[in-house]
């Protein structure tokens, strides 16, 4: 009754294959048909297609399946409550609809605007040698000041910020003036397209007039429309945390806390509405409390996402840690997670093995020398499965052992 093992492929173009994932001893596939234009409809011949290759090298001692949709993208004019919504969503319901008729009952989503994830080093070097994704904070300051030159970013940043990304602006070289842009200008995972800076600056324009209220209404109205549909087809919704969790280029950010959460899980009541819990968009921000949120969440979280990052110091710097390490009590949340799922099991609701897959691993040994999509090479991903793994076996056998125990004298008690 563990946590279902499963690694993210981003289709027939990724480096790492399918072989790949079975051989790490997964059996669930995390995917999406990124070849389909956001906001279109996802066709069944489409999904089967997909499935079935995923599929294809299923035999009786390790089949791989696909478990989790990630992701089926919101269309920007749904987040920005623009007149064209409600074809979108229309089409983003029969989508939900045509994966259930397929029998793929988890779809994972985010609503942040513009960007999904946001880092300003992709090959951000570890002592080790490994590495990692990073995110500076004067370093995205610097883009947005001195390369985008956004107007009015300048009240986004403080001055000792503003200051530091200037100095740094003026000691680079255009080489490294380019690289940053085109990392923070980086498109969607599983494509390796990135704006123009005309482009992505006609992009936040389309914002301007788009408050923090005005998006989570934007979110309330969008997954009021479509939870229900899931619920009906028996799909699980769930939407992944902001990345970072904080305000970015003047857009708000709605999914950045539990309260940001609780007021999405009120917004349309029901099971199918629910969460990618991913430790390590969370686990960025201290005043979130993890383990607290498992519990108090319980059965809206649908897939997990397990990965931690490390704080530098300055507010908002950190880097992908080691799975085991960072800033994440990877120890607690795991228990944590087999509790809720022995928890399902007791009560009979809910499915009890959770999607989990290990999110954003090192660039590492042999991976260094290959390119592969930012955050998901083969290896990395590898040894933070099997820690996590390693993790969740030793915690669910000191349950039972534990339980053993406590029933051994509660019978000895009673004779």
Request: net charge negative.
């Amino acid at each position: 009754m563990g946590m279902l093992q499963t690694m993210r492929w981003f289709g027939p173009n990724d480096p790492v294959s399918l072989m790949d994932i079975r051989q790490a001893g997964c059996t669930g596939v995390v995917t999406a048909l990124h070849q389909i234009p956001v906001g279109e409809r996802w066709p069944v011949e489409a999904i089967e297609e997909r499935k079935q290759l995923v599929e294809a090298s299923n035999d009786r001692y390790s089949p791989l399946h696909w478990a989790v949709v990630e992701s089926l993208p919101v269309h920007e004019d749904i987040k920005k409550g623009w007149p064209g919504r409600d074809l979108y969503i229309e089409n983003y319901k029969q989508s939900i609809r045509n994966l259930a008729a397929c029998g793929i009952k988890t779809v994972c989503y985010n609503f942040m605007p513009v960007l999904d994830w946001s880092r300003t080093n992709l090959t951000y070097q570890m002592p080790d040698g490994s590495r990692a994704l990073r995110f500076v904070w004067e370093d995205f300051a610097l883009f947005d000041l001195c390369i985008l030159k956004r107007p009015g970013a300048e009240t986004d940043y403080e001055p000792a910020v503003a200051q530091v990304a200037r100095k740094k602006f003026n000691q680079m070289t255009a080489d490294e003036v380019a690289q940053l842009a085109n990392v923070v200008l980086l498109g969607l995972p599983g494509s390796e397209e990135a704006f123009s800076l005309e482009t992505f600056q006609k992009l936040l324009d389309d914002y301007a007039t788009i408050g923090d209220q005005q998006l989570r209404e934007n979110l309330y109205h969008f997954i009021r429309q479509v939870a229900p549909v899931a619920d009906e087809v028996g799909v699980n919704l769930c939407i992944h945390p902001d990345d970072p969790p904080r305000p970015l280029l003047g857009l708000p950010r709605v999914v950045s806390t539990e309260a940001d959460l609780a007021q999405l899980m009120a917004a349309c009541d029901v099971v199918a509405n629910g969460i990618t819990f991913c430790t390590g968009s969370l686990g960025i921000r201290p005043d979130n409390d993890l383990v607290g949120m498992i519990r108090r969440f319980g059965n809206r979280i649908h897939f997990i996402h397990l990965r931690t990052t490390k704080r530098e110091g300055f507010a908002w710097n950190f880097h992908e840690a080691d799975h085991l390490a960072g800033d994440v009590d990877m120890y607690a949340v795991v228990k944590a997670i087999v509790l809720e799922q022995q928890r399902r099991a007791q009560l009979g609701t809910g499915v009890t093995s959770i999607p989990m897959r290990p999110d954003h691993g090192h660039q590492m040994l042999d991976d260094l020398h290959k390119k592969t999509y930012p955050g998901y090479s083969a290896v990395g991903r590898l040894r933070g499965l099997a820690e996590i793994r390693g993790l969740e076996f030793g915690i669910v056998r000191s349950l039972e052992e534990t339980e053993g125990i406590v029933t051994q004298r509660s019978f000895v008690i009673g004779k």
